[in-house]
Each structure stands twice: as C-alpha cells, then as structure tokens.
T-cell receptor, first 116, second 115 residues
Framework: AQSVTQLGSHVSVSEGALVLLRCNYS??????LFWYVQYPNQGLQLLLK??????LVKGINGFEAEFKKSETSFHLTKPSAHMSDAAEYFC??????????????FGKGTLLTVNP | EAQVTQNPRYLITVTGKKLTVTCSQN?????MSWYRQDPGLGLRQIYY???????DKGDVPEGYKVSRKEKRNFPLILESPSPNQTSLYFC??????????????FGNGTRLTVT
C-alpha cells in the first residue's frame, strides 16, 4: 500500500525566508510524485512532478523538490518566500495499484503562511 | 481556455433532496475523477472514469453516483444527500491517466452544505 505523510499541517515563514515543506512517502515500488498548490477558493494546480528522469525537479513560481530514495522523501523548497506563495500545498504519490486506476494518493496538506 | 468547469460553486440543500453537481472539461481528456476535500483528511477519491461508459469506485463512493455518457461531462449525483456529505468537491481530468507523468487538472470546486 502507498501513503503520503506531510510533516506539519501549518508552516509559517517570513517574506524572503526559505520555504521547506516536507513530504515522505511509503511505497513498495518506485513512485511518481507530485506537488500541487491550492490558493484560496480555487482548485489544485500542479507545481511540479517527479517521474524518475532527474532527482531534482524544478516547478513553477521558483519551487523545486528533490527526490531522495534513501529517505523516501520529496520535500518542496523555495529559496525566498513571497507573499503570493501563501496557500495550501499537497504532496501526492502515484503508482500502479494493480488495477486500472493508477491511484493518486494525496497527503493531508500543509498550509503555508507568509508574514511581511 | 483549457479548463475544468464545475457547477454550482456553492450549494446549500436539505437532507434527502437529490442533487447533481456538473463537471465539464474542454481538453478532450479521457480520464475524469471526483474528489472530496475535508479538513484534516486531505483529498479522497469518490469515483473515477477511464473513458466514456467506463466508471469505477474510488475510496469513498458510498452515497454517490456518477455517469459518463460523453467524454467531456462527468456529473456527480447525490440521490439522497446527508449531512456527512457536507464537503468541498473537486472534479479533475487527465489526458491519458495510464501515462505515468500525466497530471490532473482540477476544477475550482463546489462547496456543498447539507442541513
């Protein structure tokens, strides 16, 4: 079975500070990993995805994530937070569940607050 | 503009009154899915559809129905809504879900309150 754990339901940073949102997964086979962002009153949109081509993945809005197999982690980072980054962030893992669904499992989300 | 459109955005109803939440995508996507989002629980899949006339249950299908008569539409039907179905609902689609790197595109959500 696969699962996703996001450490910290709420992260608060100052504008200009480093953003680090943690995601750990459990999977018996190499997974495909995604980060989605949800702005208030909107649906989720894709930030970046890992599909085994490169362990460091760059996404939109200056975010990037590094896949570390030994740590089963896929943490999301951004060097300098901007006020517009305030949103909820979801890590998701996908693998072939054995059926046709190729199930995508979401973490419970991390709410990022950026203080001026 | 490529998008997934859900209607309505907000809906308040009473227990037992049948309702339908519509979802339409204009990207010719094969795969469509419904999720519900609840505080502290993240997103949970209700139903999905791999293509026209092909639907299957997700993790929390009880109390819901879906249909996929056309490629672009994937309505979510609550035959007899109950208060525990109060939630934020998202429709999502993907071009070809069997491709591992094919992402989901989400609608803006429908906030349903059942009293």
């Amino acid at each position: 079975a696969q699962s996703v754990t996001q450490l910290g339901s709420h992260v608060s940073v100052s504008e200009g500070a480093l953003v680090l949102l943690r995601c750990n997964y459990s999977s018996s086979v190499p997974p495909y990993l995604f980060w989605y962002v949800q702005y208030p009153n909107q649906g989720l949109q894709l930030l970046l995805k890992y599909t085994s081509a490169a362990t460091l993945v760059k996404g939109i809005n200056g975010f990037e994530a590094e896949f570390k197999k030994s740590e089963t982690s896929f943490h999301l980072t951004k060097p300098s937070a901007h006020m517009s980054d305030a949103a909820e962030y979801f890590c998701a893992v996908r693998l072939n569940s054995g059926g046709s669904n190729y199930k995508l499992t979401f973490g419970k989300g991390t709410l990022l607050t950026v203080n001026p | 503009e490529a998008q997934v459109t859900q209607n309505p955005r907000y809906l308040i109803t009473v227990t037992g009154k049948k309702l339908t939440v519509t979802c339409s995508q204009n990207m010719n996507h094969e795969y469509m899915s419904w999720y519900r989002q609840d505080p502290g629980l993240g997103l949970r899949q209700i139903y999905y559809s791999m293509n026209v006339e092909v639907t299957d249950k997700g993790d929390v299908p009880e109390g819901y129905k879906v249909s996929r008569k056309e490629k672009r539409n994937f309505p979510l039907i609550l035959e007899s809504p109950s208060p525990n179905q109060t939630s934020l609902y998202f429709c999502a689609s993907s071009l070809n879900w069997e491709r591992s790197n094919s992402p989901l595109h989400f609608g803006n959500g429908t906030r349903l309150t059942v009293t």
